[in-house]
């Protein structure tokens, strides 16, 4: 059985940093691309950014600059550093997981989700 789940979130004021963890463990021959969503009350989820096996990341333009998205392929985690937050970046993180398991079959998984509140 796989689990993706997140860390990190919490409550920070504007101009501050947090940094997301997101770790997928179980049965996992190759962790594909990740990334990293987020949904804002009475707002669709919108991608923040992705990061693909090679190491190649891809950011939303309101985050660009401010946010970096990293991975640890030995620990099957990846990372969202977010400095200077502003309170429109109050949401709930996702973490997105491509997986292939050892009968390579491949599909995407979804962690439950961490709050990132940031006050003015």
């Known amino acids: 059985q796989v689990q993706v789940v997140e860390s990190g979130g919490g409550l920070v004021q504007a101009g501050g940093s947090l940094r997301l963890s997101c770790a997928a463990s179980?049965?996992?021959?190759?962790?594909?691309?990740m990334g990293w969503y987020r949904q804002a009350p009475g707002k669709q989820r919108e991608l923040v950014a992705t990061?693909?096996?090679?190491?190649?990341?891809n950011y939303a333009h309101s985050v660009k600059g401010r946010f970096t998205i990293s991975r640890d392929n030995a620990r099957n985690t990846v990372y969202l550093q977010m400095n200077s937050l502003k309170p429109e970046d109050t949401a709930v993180y996702y973490c997105?997981?491509?997986?292939?398991?050892?009968?390579?079959?491949?599909?995407?998984?979804w962690g439950q989700g961490t709050q990132v509140t940031v006050s003015s």
């Open positions: 997105n997981a491509g997986l292939t398991n050892y009968d390579y079959l491949s599909a995407v998984y």
């Open positions: 179980g049965s996992i021959a190759r962790v594909n691309a």
């Open positions: 990061i693909t096996g090679g190491g190649t990341t």
